[in-house]
């Protein structure tokens, strides 16, 4: 089985860590009621997807 020969350092441990941070969803305005909503997703607030009523809010 293979074993690392020396311990790896702090300074390699964090920067391969450095993309591990969240970063907020991104969000669309929606074209009928202008709330804030997912890309690609039915809107929450309204119900409207492509402009069609898709469910009843």
Do not use: D, F, W
Not at 4 to 16: E, I, L, Q
Not at 25 to 35: D, I, Y
Not at 42 to 47: A, D, E, L, R, T
């Amino acid at each position: 089985m293979a074993v690392p020969k020396r311990k790896k350092g702090r300074a390699k441990t964090n920067s391969r860590r450095s993309s591990h941070s969240l970063e907020a969803a991104a969000t669309q305005e929606c074209p009928q009621c202008h709330e804030p909503k997912l890309p690609h997703q039915v809107c929450p607030h309204c119900g409207t997807y492509n402009g069609k009523q898709v469910i009843a809010v």
